[in-house]
């Protein structure tokens, strides 16, 4: 399985990006799809999942503020962030999960400042 995103870079305090992965390669059973994200100097967290079904699972941090989503038909799982702050700055990393076998993306960075 090889994931690609697309999107993030230098956002202002407030802005509203969206992160998009598309999932390629032997993509059969992939089940859950999502994003962690990794600040300098802490541990990657998770930022949000969405399992095949559409259920989903978020950070505190981000709840209310990013909304997760996937197009099965496409293989792609997409990351609208919103009320963007400082502290969300980090690289954001592509994840998929097989039953037993975990994927993750190369990482795109995110930097949040004016």
């Known amino acids: 399985v090889q994931l690609q995103a697309f999107g993030g870079g230098l956002v202002q305090p407030g802005g509203s990006p969206t992160l998009s992965c598309a999932a390629s390669?032997?993509?059969?059973?992939?089940?859950?799809m999502g994003w962690y994200r990794q600040a300098p100097g802490k541990q990657r967290e998770l930022v949000a999942i969405?399992?095949?079904?559409?259920?989903?699972n978020s950070a505190d941090s981000v709840k209310g503020r990013f909304t997760i989503s996937r197009d099965n038909a496409k293989n792609t799982v997409y990351l609208q962030m919103n009320i963007l702050k400082p502290e969300d700055t980090a690289v954001y990393y592509c994840?998929?999960?097989?039953?037993?076998?975990?994927?993750w993306g190369p990482g795109t960075q995110v930097t949040v400042s004016s």
């Open positions: 994840y998929a999960e097989k039953t037993n076998w975990h994927y």
């Open positions: 390669g032997n993509i059969s059973g992939i089940n859950v």
């Open positions: 969405i399992t095949r079904g559409g259920i989903t």
